[in-house]
């Protein structure tokens, strides 16, 4: 935030950079959940980083413009650049989830595997993001676990509402 100490600054920027790394992986998954049957592979993976950007984007007009109007000033292209890069992991997040999904498209698995593949794949690096993010924080034994778990439970969900709930209502 503009006016912030050093050390502040940057304990709320690597915040920044896991909550968006979070958020990227969880819109990642809704994606291939969403559509990961009914889109080609190719057009999915374009589909979710054109999504990302999208929320990308207009979190941080609105993230910036707020800050613009609760210190009655404009930033500077510094720290509009700073702010750009730090919550960069929203789109990132997708990369490793998207090699999975064309690797497995590659390898012969049917569209529908390939975006379980992928989505297995945001589901896992959500638990990673969420433990870091729990250990930033410094928890230690139960409350680590039930907050890494507390991610892992919203990917089984995703998982379950798209094999079970999206596939028979189809």
């Known amino acids: 935030m503009i006016g912030e100490p050093a050390d502040r600054t940057t304990v709320r920027t690597a915040g920044r950079r896991r909550a968006a790394g979070i958020y990227g992986a969880i819109v990642t998954a809704a994606i291939l959940t969403a559509v990961g049957e009914q889109l080609p592979t190719a057009a999915l993976a374009v589909a979710v980083v054109v999504t990302l950007l999208v929320y990308w984007s207009a979190e941080e007009f609105a993230e910036i413009l707020g800050e613009q ?67 930033a924080a410094r928890l230690r034994g139960v409350p680590l676990v039930v907050t890494t778990c507390a991610a892992a439970l919203l990917g089984v969900v995703m998982i379950v509402m798209k094999n079970l709930v999206l596939l028979h209502l189809h």
């Open 69 to 135: 109007t609760s210190g009655g000033r404009l930033p500077t292209r510094a720290q509009v650049w700073a702010e750009l890069r730090a919550t960069w992991p929203m789109v990132t997040a997708s990369y490793g989830p998207l090699a999975a999904l064309l690797l497995a498209r590659l390898a012969g698995a049917t569209p529908l595997t390939a975006a379980n593949v992928g989505l297995v794949t945001a589901v896992v690096l959500l638990v990673a993001h969420a433990w870091s993010a729990a250990r």
